[in-house]
């Protein structure tokens, strides 16, 4: 079922594809729903289904059709040998569903190294792993000592490793670190 109105443009009717072709503009009301006959969409939706997308124009580069998205908030455990604390992550996706972009915003609890020196660790959900491996610096400050300096952050796969030193270096054992908020981005 459905309601159409259509005054005031110049409307056909492609003859390949069957599609209503206007000429002007057009204002919708509800939600859009492509690909189902779900009519529960939203208002001001776009719901878009079966392997459809977006493709936008582009200034010289290869168009890719974009067709997927996801938000999420993600809890990673980390450990500088004994204790672990827990970080959030704010984890999103978006692009080409086979080779989408993510994106993780961590914000990170203190993490205290075991006695002896070490460097942190934790580890990605499988859906999260990188295709290629990521290195950043970060800046992270030694609450025991009071100092802040920049350290390194390495995911190969699901596994992560925070080093004291852009090298990867270990933390001073029985030492509180606190890991400043930080992008990391990878496909």
Do not use: W
Not at 59 to 66: K, N
Not at 168 to 179: K, L
């Amino acid at each position: 079922m459905y309601n159409m109105r259509i005054e005031h443009v110049t409307q056909t009717i492609s003859s390949d594809t069957g599609a209503l072709v206007v000429y002007g503009g057009v204002g919708i009301g509800g939600g859009i729903n492509m690909g189902s006959t779900d009519t529960s969409v939203t208002t001001g939706t776009l719901q878009i289904n079966g392997g459809g997308g977006i493709i936008f124009p582009t200034i010289g580069g290869e168009a890719t059709m974009m067709n997927y998205f996801e938000s999420k908030t993600i809890t990673v455990p980390f450990t500088g040998g004994d204790a672990s604390a827990d970080a959030t992550g704010y984890f999103r996706v978006i692009g080409n569903r086979s080779s989408p972009l993510k994106v993780i915003h961590f914000v990170f609890a203190s993490v205290t190294i075991s006695s002896a020196n070490n460097t942190i660790i934790g580890s990605l959900e499988a859906q999260y792993a990188t295709t290629f491996g990521v290195r950043k610096v970060i800046i992270y400050t030694d609450t025991t000592s009071g100092v802040t300096a920049i350290g390194s952050l390495q995911i190969v796969g699901t596994a992560i490793t925070i080093g004291s030193d852009v090298s990867g270096g270990q933390f001073t054992g029985t030492h509180a670190i606190q890991i400043q908020p930080f992008c990391v981005e990878y496909v």
